[in-house]
């Protein structure tokens, strides 16, 4: 009803589209802008930071899978040598790195002699459960049941060879190592645990000669390993300490050695 009064005399008629306030709208549009572009970076940062943060941790207690299946014939005969040979490795024991994104990185086996791999120890493993089963049957002892308790058993040696190396680790104040680092380093215990047992089958009296010499050399390549190369970030350095750990590391390899070397349906002995 208003809309089609006219302009009375005297009267200013008020406009009908009212002009807009710059400045007004200036105002809040930089200040959505700077909201929403304020939240956008710190949301970013807070999911960046996060992210890189599990990454690390990742990567840090965990590692690559791959990694440590990239292998060649060469890599496998030679760690064989270092493994089982240790007194003849005239090289060093420390790790290759190389820078990869900004940061230090160490080079795959296939490159580095010193590189703990998974390959090894698991075709290890294998072999060592169808040299127990093989042996079972020889002594007309064999039963799935059997050979299953000896996988069951040479797994139950695998955890305590990783827990023995760990707690050395977390004892001198440093347990940052890969955890696949170190089932590595463990798992490199059936490379030696096969000559004994493929021993007692060929000739009996070999294992009571094979044992001794791949528990020792099982020692020093583990002394070898965890001084130059898993106790090279320990942050708390003690001297003595440090030799007594690595003694009963080497001395432990025995009663492990020998217990996984008896292959019997009993499960203690």
């Known amino acids: 009803m208003y809309t089609n009064v006219g302009a009375q005399p005297g009267v200013p008629r008020p406009p009908t589209n009212p002009q807009p306030n710059p400045f007004g709208n200036a105002f809040y549009g930089a200040g959505s802008g700077l909201i929403r572009g304020g939240l956008g970076a710190y949301g970013e940062k807070i999911l960046g930071s996060s992210s890189e943060y599990v990454q690390s941790n990742i990567s840090r207690y965990f590692s690559d899978p791959q990694y440590y299946f990239q292998v060649n014939d060469q890599y496998v005969r030679n760690k064989l040598k270092v493994v089982l040979l240790p007194f003849l490795h005239r090289g060093h024991w420390t790790r290759i790195t190389e820078p990869v994104g900004g940061r230090l990185s160490y080079k795959p086996p296939i490159y580095d002699i010193n590189a703990?791999?998974?390959?090894?120890?698991?075709m290890a493993f294998g072999t060592y459960v169808v040299l127990a089963g093989l042996s079972l049957g020889l002594q007309g002892k064999f039963s799935p049941e059997a050979l299953n308790w000896l996988f069951v058993k040479g797994l139950l040696g695998w955890f305590l060879q990783v827990m023995l190396l760990k707690v050395t680790l977390l004892s001198l104040g440093s347990g940052e190592a890969p955890l696949l680092d170190i089932m590595a380093y463990a798992g490199y215990t059936f490379t030696g645990m096969c000559f004994?047992?493929?021993?007692?089958?060929?000739?009996?009296y070999s294992y009571y000669?094979?044992?001794?010499?791949?528990?020792?050399?099982?020692?020093?390549?583990?002394?070898?390993?965890?001084?130059?190369?898993?106790?090279?970030?320990?942050?708390?350095?003690?001297?003595?300490?440090?030799h007594y750990l690595l003694l009963f590391i080497a001395l432990a390899q025995f009663p492990l050695f020998t217990w996984l070397g008896n292959i019997s349906v009993n499960w203690l002995f």
Not at 116 to 122: A, H, M, S, T, V
Not at 196 to 204: A, D, N, S
């Open 116 to 122: 703990p791999d998974l390959y090894i120890p698991f």
């Open 209 to 242: 000669f094979l044992m001794p010499w791949t528990c020792l050399c099982m020692g020093v390549f583990l002394v070898k390993t965890m001084k130059r190369v898993l106790f090279a970030e320990v942050r708390s350095y003690d001297s003595s300490r440090h």
């Open 196 to 204: 004994p047992v493929l021993g007692r089958i060929i000739w009996r």
